[in-house]
């Protein structure tokens, strides 16, 4: 069979055993030989321009082609550059395998170049850790890194990889055969818990769903339950689009402040796969209600309140268990109160996404844009107001199709251009779509150049209030509007940073620019970025909840 070299182990482990095609990253010398084994095994490999744009990208591949992603970033400043990416992973839970260069072990603690302790940084931000000194162990270390990644609640996962194991060579039969492991995270609460869960939804007047990333996947199942149920329901992070915005009880009609209503009015609330984390107040709006909560974390069942009933299973098999108890119910009257509560609230946004407006409302740009390009687009919201507006102003027609990239636990602004990315790797046939605001687009701009030279073609639109507004408008408001520092940016062109890159760039200062902008844009066929001037008066209602958040006198 002949010799092997560690580096194209770790290669022929991804394409013969997990089926990885795709692999994002950024070269360096310690991990020379794992970017050969990746040409001689034929694995595409997606080079950026900064290791967090690696574990970014590679973080929404995993999304979409519902594995785990993989980046491979060298030792040193390639390790904590990606840091930022890995800590969003975590919280997203999202399954990622982190493949990191070291210094040799022959130099460690002697000054060696970019010699640091990285398994003792990294930590505390992933689920499993560790360092293989082996080459005859590299496949078993690849496999327990994959299934860690993947098992129970999903999360990113670190391995370092020795350049004295990568750049030797061993005979291919002192090699175990390759397998792949089963996975399964596929099981049931106590029947008698699940009684008592029917029982709770049975007797309910006004039930309410929220559901999160863990209800990915499972289409026909929650569909069963809200139409079983009657129940108006929102649907968060990549779980939003399992049960289309265009249902009649989806809440995205009526936008984050519909669900803030219908918790404060709701006598039962199941919480599916989602954490109470500050976007959904830490549960505190409901106290009223009673919840049945599901999770395949048991310890997340009682994080924040206390459930009525806690199931602890994965959301599929849970919801196929429980359906068949569940009565269907006519509870049209509860749905009509909860619109008739929250029409009042967004009657503002709505008379934003129809009224002409120069300058231009940043919400009607985006009802533009969604127009346009069409609800089949896979739309990617960062910023702060750029976020918010991005979220509310578009419609998710299938799973994981509208993404508040920078909305979630870790609120994490740049993630918009490498999430874009990681998805048109993984969906080539999709249209894609980032909207971010001017802040944001400047922290990973040049993979502009990544999406050029490797014909990913996406559009960016850029929400331009020529400042960091969430911050400017939050510093107002506290400080009074004499004391704004460090939030103003002006009005830059990031058009031309895209144009110069090799896309296709436009500037937009008027609402009536905006559709022929787009449809250049998309004509092109380039990574195009479509930078639109916003009102700068705009503040979204997340930035009242931001500043409210953070008043410490209350």
């Known amino acids: 069979m002949g010799t092997i070299s560690g580096g194209h182990i770790v290669a022929k482990f991804l394409k013969e055993v997990e089926d990885i095609d795709t692999v994002f990253g950024l070269p360096g010398g310690h991990i020379d030989r794992i970017f050969d084994g990746l040409f001689e095994f034929g694995i595409n490999l997606i080079d950026v321009r900064h290791e967090q744009s690696a574990a970014m990208a590679a973080h929404s591949w995993s999304i979409y082609k519902n594995r785990p992603g993989v980046c491979v970033v060298t030792a040193g400043p390639g390790f904590t550059n990606a840091i930022t990416g890995i800590v969003n992973a975590r919280m997203e839970n999202a399954p990622l395998v982190i493949l990191c260069g070291t210094s040799p072990r022959r130099d460690w603690e002697i000054g060696a170049l970019q010699d640091m302790d990285q398994k003792a940084m990294i930590a505390s931000t992933v689920k499993w850790q560790a360092t293989c000194h082996d080459i005859k162990r590299i496949p078993e270390y690849l496999s327990n890194a994959f299934r860690i990644a993947s098992s129970g609640r ?12 990568l750049n030797i060579s061993v005979e291919e039969n002192e090699l175990e055969v390759f397998k792949k ?3 399964t995270s596929s099981f049931v609460p106590a029947q008698s818990d699940m009684d008592k869960a029917v029982e709770l939804i049975n007797g309910a007047e006004k039930p309410l769903v929220l559901g999160g990333s863990g209800c990915r996947g499972c289409d026909i199942e929650l569909a069963e339950l809200i139409d079983k149920t009657g129940a108006p329901f929102m649907l968060l992070n990549s779980g939003r689009g399992t049960v289309p915005d265009s249902h009649p009880l989806s809440l995205w009609q009526g936008g984050l402040m519909a669900a803030m209503a219908a918790m404060s009015m709701a006598d039962l609330v ?11 107040q830490h549960g505190r709006l409901f106290p009223q209600a009673k919840t049945v909560r599901i999770d395949i974390e048991p310890e997340e069942l009682n994080r924040n309140i206390t459930c009525d009933v806690g199931l602890a299973g994965d959301m599929l098999t849970t919801l196929s268990a429980l359906n068949p108890g569940v009565e269907r119910k006519d509870r049209s009257t509860w749905a009509e109160e909860l619109k008739t509560a929250y029409q009042p609230m967004v009657a503002e946004e709505h008379e934003a996404r129809t009224k002409a407006s120069d300058p231009i409302h940043p919400l009607r740009a985006v009802t533009l844009v969604k127009d346009i390009i069409g609800t089949d687009a896979f739309y990617f919201a960062d910023g702060g107001d750029s976020c918010y507006f991005g979220m509310v102003g578009t419609e998710a027609s299938s799973g994981a199709s509208v993404m508040g990239t920078a909305g979630g636990l870790f609120g994490c602004l740049g993630t918009g251009l490498p999430f874009g990315l990681g998805a048109r790797a993984a969906m080539p046939d999709k249209k894609i779509v980032v909207l971010t605001g001017d802040g944001s687009i400047g922290l990973n701009i040049m993979e502009f150049d990544t999406a050029v030279r490797h014909n990913l073609p996406l559009i960016t639109v850029v929400l331009n209030d020529q400042s960091w507004g969430m911050i400017r408008h939050g510093q107002s408001m506290s400080y009074g509007p004499d004391r704004v520092i460090g939030s103003n940016l002006g009005v830059v062109h990031y058009e031309k940073i895209a144009e110069g890159l090799g896309g296709h760039g436009e500037l937009v ?4 620019d905006i559709v022929p902008a787009l449809e250049r844009a998309m004509a092109s066929g380039k990574p195009a970025c479509i930078n639109i001037l916003t009102d700068m008066a705009i503040a979204s209602p997340a930035t009242l909840i931001f500043v409210d958040s953070l008043n410490m006198e209350k």
């Open 270 to 280: 199941l919480v599916l796969g989602v954490r109470l984390d500050w976007v959904l």
């Open 154 to 165: 999903p999360g990113p996962v670190f391995l370092e990889l020795i350049p004295d194991i």
């Open 181 to 183: 492991g089963t996975c």
């Open 509 to 512: 200062e008027k609402e009536a």
